[in-house]
């Protein structure tokens, strides 16, 4: 599994850390495979607190404890976590208005402003319309390519 994300600069969305506290049977172990390699170094893991918010929140719904320790183990992770600002929610707008998604774009706008070269996520449908738009953002805001990997798919 670390091949694919080895030596990169990885934002993990929110969905790969509910999958796992969830145990879901169909994306469960290639998600713990991500969360091994990022333990062991294999990649930079980048977050923000907006995976945070949202892991809990959605969590919260089956079960708050499983929430508070979901959310407690995300905070442990050696993952660096980007703070939003004024430039980050300039580029989340634009990608919003271009991609038609909500949440991911801040997300997507998080990433490029720290750097990451790829994305980690299963919710391929929201990212893939990201993706398609990413030469604009890239054109007028001077942002990194980004590349979307699933961890059950590969890169999109």
């Known amino acids: 599994m670390n091949g694919p994300l080895s030596g990169k600069r990885v934002y993990i969305d929110t969905n790969i850390f509910a999958y796992l506290a969830l145990a879901h049977p169909d994306y469960y172990a290639k998600c713990r495979e991500v969360l091994e390699a990022l333990v ?3 990649f930079e893991g980048y977050g923000s607190y907006l995976v945070l918010f949202e892991l809990f929140g959605a969590l919260s719904k089956y079960s708050v404890d ?4 979901a959310a407690v183990a995300y905070l442990e992770l050696p993952i660096e976590m980007v703070e939003p600002s004024s430039e980050t929610l300039d580029l989340a707008r634009e990608i919003a208005h271009q991609a038609r998604v909500t949440y991911d774009a801040l997300h997507a706008a998080l990433a490029a402003v720290a750097g990451v070269q790829v994305v980690v996520t299963e919710d391929t449908r929201d990212w893939s319309r990201i993706e398609r738009v990413w030469d604009r953002i890239v054109e007028r805001y001077g942002v990194g390519g980004l590349r979307i990997f699933s961890p059950t798919r590969g890169y999109l």
């Open 40 to 42: 062991s170094g294999d």
């Open 66 to 69: 499983a929430a508070y320790e």
